[in-house]
């Protein structure tokens, strides 16, 4: 069943800047959706469109069929997880969770039946009687989650909620709410710049560049097939390599003295791209084409090299490659290359779209 | 900072008894004063030591009609400065308090101008202002009331301003957080606002009670009914006697009678008002 429903949602401020000019998207009841692009590419503002926070200027928003542009935020049935947590300094944890249920009179015996459930399903059973100032970052993240679950909303929507948290502790909250999201099965709308959070949390990405849409679809599919050059670039890290090129008869012409072959019927200005993870090391006869290496980061597991292409009239253009273990080549030394054909990106470079 | 100079301690705690003694004497030579008869003080010299009157001064002074053509206790004048000081108190707290909440969470036209009109109204104290005052509470048939006594003074651009800047302290996402929970205009200032806001309006109690209680100028304008008199304008009324000895022993008395509440509500009030100053609990 179709749970929410953005028609064409648009927003223009007063002074008429035209933040998100028009989105589309049908979210799954239950389904997990991020949306994730660069800073000021409107993914909050869409977000709070949808909390009500922020009004609807164009387009239909529609929770179970019902519309909601005109409805206060409390009437949407949504739960909201800030950045900052937003949680109530002057009231202990248990109120900061009972107060929406107090608001919607809700009997006290409910309230209580409800907060002590959510407390112990996050582990906050210990915490109820501490004010928020006595708790750590991961302890009042808890809590914003649990003021969320406790309304048993309709959709939960989360505003990079773990961005105030310690690396290790975002990975591990990363996965709890992921655990939590799935066994409450509630619709949810999550809002990050943090990819890898986007490909990890996600049942489908909403990838949004300067307030559109550029691809939506689920993770695997993002990272092997985007629909634009931004969308290549965003997913995956490090980002893909993406070199503007010709589409000729004899390939794709990269430079003057580079053409790797390919049958297509496409022939103009395009984007190839190849993903660091797919650049293959191979000898001088076999190699598409050389990198001088510049340098070399080993992260144990794998390592990242970065160099400079060396070919003709393209010169200097950078490329990461990434390989898996232990690499130390030499500074400065010539590597060879080769991109199998089933890896590449192509995009036109005009309409900026897949070929 | 953490210094071990032997002679600075000796020095900054003599700076510190010569101020303390500074600012006690007087208190000192008032409770002194009020314990020797009325006669001990044509002769010139101020007693620096108790008297033995003391107890007969203190019962007149509380329980017997303040004298000097007022027809009212001491006591009963420090009920009355106590409501003045309460109510300008109160309703200054009260109406800032709204006045904030309007300027800072609602979008209506003309916000800012309504701010800084109300900011300009400090240029406006009562003093600059009594004739007109005066001029619309008599109008207004407020002459001798309590209403009279406090209405004028409740408007108040000092507090808005203090309590504008710790509402725009409270960050949005809060706001929001309790609007997605349900809380309307009232929930959210009563439950949010208010309990946020307490060490600032402790803060603002203190200072507006003791400018409240010390009010001179304005009771002695609109009051001619004895029945009205606050405390502290009475004292100089006691003081301007035509023929005669001057009560001063009763006047001390009573002057330490006026001290007793501001004094009660700093000490009461201390730990709030410093955090009111310092703490920002948000």
């Given at each position: 069943m179709t749970d929410v429903i953005l028609e064409k949602i648009g927003k223009t401020y007063?002074?008429?800047?035209?933040?998100?000019?028009s989105v589309d998207l049908s979210i799954e009841e239950g389904e997990f959706i991020v949306l994730v692009g660069?800073?000021?590419?409107g993914k909050s503002t869409l977000l709070r469109m949808v909390a009500g926070l922020e009004s609807i200027s164009e387009g239909e928003l529609r929770i179970r069929g019902e519309?909601?542009?005109?409805?206060e935020p409390a009437e949407r049935d949504i739960a909201m997880v800030f950045q900052n947590y937003a949680?109530?300094?002057?009231?202990t944890v248990y109120n900061n969770m009972a107060y929406g249920l107090k608001n919607r009179k809700v009997s006290k015996n409910v309230i209580e039946q409800k907060v002590t459930d959510v407390a112990e399903m996050l582990g906050l059973t210990d915490l109820l009687?501490?004010?928020?100032?006595?708790?750590?970052g991961g302890q009042r993240q808890r809590v914003a989650m649990g003021r969320a679950m406790v309304?048993?909303?309709k959709v939960f929507l989360f505003d990079?909620?773990?961005?105030?948290?310690?690396a290790k502790l975002r990975v591990q909250m990363r996965v709890e709410i992921r655990q939590l999201q799935r066994k409450l099965g509630t619709t949810t709308l999550y809002v990050t710049h943090d990819q890898v959070e986007a490909m990890t949390l996600a049942d489908r990405l909403v990838v949004l560049n300067k307030g559109k849409a550029e691809q939506i679809g689920t993770p695997m599919d993002l990272y092997n097939k985007p629909a634009t050059p931004f969308v290549a670039s965003f997913?995956?890290?490090?980002?893909m390599n993406l070199l503007p090129a010709n589409l000729v008869e004899q390939g794709v012409q990269i430079s003057s003295s580079l053409t790797l072959p390919l049958s297509h019927n496409y022939r103009g200005c395009v984007v190839w791209g190849i993903r660091p993870e797919h650049l293959e090391i191979t000898d001088e006869q076999n190699a598409d084409f050389a990198l001088r290496i510049q340098a070399v980061e080993s992260l144990g597991a794998e390592t990242l090299i970065h160099g400079v292409l060396e070919?003709?009239?393209?010169?200097?253009i950078p490329m990461v490659v990434r390989l898996s273990g232990p690499h130390l080549p030499e500074l400065n030394s010539l590597m060879w290359l080769t991109a199998p054909v089933k890896h590449w990106h192509l995009f036109d470079e005009i309409t900026q779209q897949r070929l | 900072m953490i210094e071990n100079r032997p002679w600075l301690t000796v020095v900054s705690h003599a700076t510190l008894l010569l101020g303390i003694a500074l600012v006690a004497l007087p208190v000192w030579m008032a409770l002194v004063a009020s314990?020797?008869?009325?006669?001990?003080?044509?002769?010139g010299h101020i007693p620096l030591w108790f008297g033995d009157a003391g107890l007969d001064t203190w019962k007149t002074v509380l329980l017997e009609k303040a004298g000097n053509g007022i027809d009212t206790p001491v006591f009963f004048m420090m009920l009355n400065s106590l409501v003045m000081a309460l109510g300008i108190t109160f309703g200054k707290i009260a109406i800032s308090l709204l006045s904030a909440y309007a300027i800072v969470f609602f979008r209506f036209p003309f916000r800012n101008l309504c701010f800084w009109i109300i900011f300009m109204?400090?240029?406006?104290p009562v003093e600059v202002r009594i004739v007109p005052t005066y001029e619309v509470v008599a109008n207004l048939d407020l002459l001798n009331s309590y209403t009279g006594l406090t209405l004028p003074l409740i408007a108040s651009a000092t507090a808005t301003f203090l309590f504008r800047q710790c509402f725009l302290s409270i960050p949005g996402e809060l706001v929001e957080a309790a609007r997605i929970d349900g809380a309307g205009p009232f929930r959210f200032f009563f439950d949010i606002l208010l309990p946020l806001s307490r060490t600032n309006i402790a803060a603002l109690f203190v200072i507006l009670f003791i400018y409240g209680w010390n009010q001179y100028l304005w009771p002695l304008l609109i009051?001619?009914?004895?029945?009205?008199?606050?405390l502290v304008m009475s004292i100089k009324r006691m003081l301007?006697?035509?023929?005669?000895?001057?009560a001063w022993n009763q006047i001390m008395a009573t002057t330490l009678l006026a001290m007793l509440p501001p004094v009660a509500v700093v000490i009461g009030m201390q730990k709030l008002f410093v955090k009111g100053l310092v703490d920002a609990e948000k």
């Open positions: 007063p002074n008429g800047y035209h933040a998100i000019p660069p800073s000021g590419c519309r909601m542009n005109e409805k949680l109530y300094p002057h009231m009687q501490r004010k928020p100032g006595q708790l750590s309304r048993d909303p990079e909620p773990l961005s105030n948290l310690d997913i995956g890290s490090p980002s070919e003709e009239s393209k010169k200097g | 314990t020797h008869p009325a006669s001990a003080f044509g002769v109204t400090l240029m406006l009051t001619t009914d004895d029945a009205y008199y606050t301007s006697v035509t023929d005669g000895d001057i």
